[in-house]
């Protein structure tokens, strides 16, 4: 079972330059999900999907859009990077209903120059 | 904005030892989870916390969750070097719109 699947797992981006992450699930799960993580700080929403055709912000969203292509599909768009945005990103999805917890992918690298 | 505090923030401990990890949050909350995240990885939960008084355990962990105190708990008994990962709390409530809110995370070390 692949889960939650992230692409690419690292990169390098200089100043200024664009960038999209990609995230795919196989749960057929409503809800998907982009935080960052960086030292210290825990993992801070950065946008939301509740269900296929909705997104929303969550704590940290300014340098971001995202895009809900399908169901199972969630990508995290940086327009121009800043070395601000040099982090760890992770995706994760979870039925919309209910209580359970979320699921993550493994992480996308990201370090900006 | 619901507001997660846990601590500590790092814990050092010897094998065989016990310890308590807190997690206080600031509002209302009808659901509280447990995830662990060993360096370099992904995260993984562990427990799911839904009323008053729960508590679960699997192995040397046990979660437990006081609503009325805005507080959970996360109790190694007997620590294990296997143990030696970082652990968050993370709390929601339908009324935020399915967001999810993560404590700072506490890095566990466990020494032999």
């Known amino acids: 079972n692949a889960g939650v699947t992230q692409t690419p797992k690292f990169q390098v981006l200089k100043t200024g330059q664009s960038m999209t992450l990609q995230c795919a699930q196989d749960?057929?799960?409503?809800?998907m999900y982009w935080y960052r993580q960086d030292p210290g700080m825990g993992l801070r929403l950065i946008y939301y999907?509740?269900?296929?055709?909705?997104?929303d912000k969550g704590e940290v969203p300014n340098g971001y859009n995202v895009s809900r292509l399908n169901k199972r599909e969630f990508s995290l768009r940086l327009e121009s990077a800043a070395p601000s945005q040099t982090s760890v990103y992770f995706c994760?999805?979870?039925?919309?209903?209910?209580?359970?917890?979320?699921?993550f992918g493994d992480g996308t690298r990201l370090s900006i120059l | 904005e619901l507001k997660v505090e846990q601590n500590p923030l790092f814990l050092s401990m010897q094998e065989g030892k016990n310890y308590t990890i807190y997690c206080n949050y600031s509002?209302?909350?009808?659901?509280l989870y447990w995830y662990r995240q060993d360096p370099g990885k992904s995260l993984e939960s562990l427990f799911v916390?839904?009323?008053?008084?729960a508590v679960k355990q699997e192995g040397r962990l046990m979660a437990s969750l006081d609503t009325k105190a805005r507080l959970s708990t996360l109790h190694i008994t007997a620590a294990v070097h296997d143990l030696s990962a970082t652990y968050f709390c993370?709390?929601?409530?339908?009324?935020?719109?399915?967001?999810?809110?993560f404590g700072t995370g506490t890095s566990l070390t466990v020494i032999p």
């Open positions: 994760a999805s979870r039925e919309y209903l209910g209580n359970q917890p979320q699921h």
């Open positions: 749960m057929n799960h409503n809800s």
């Open positions: 999907s509740a269900s296929e055709g909705t997104t």
């Open positions: 509002t209302t909350s009808d659901r």
């Open positions: 916390l839904l009323s008053n008084g």
């Open positions: 993370a709390v929601g409530h339908a009324n935020t719109g399915n967001q999810f809110y």
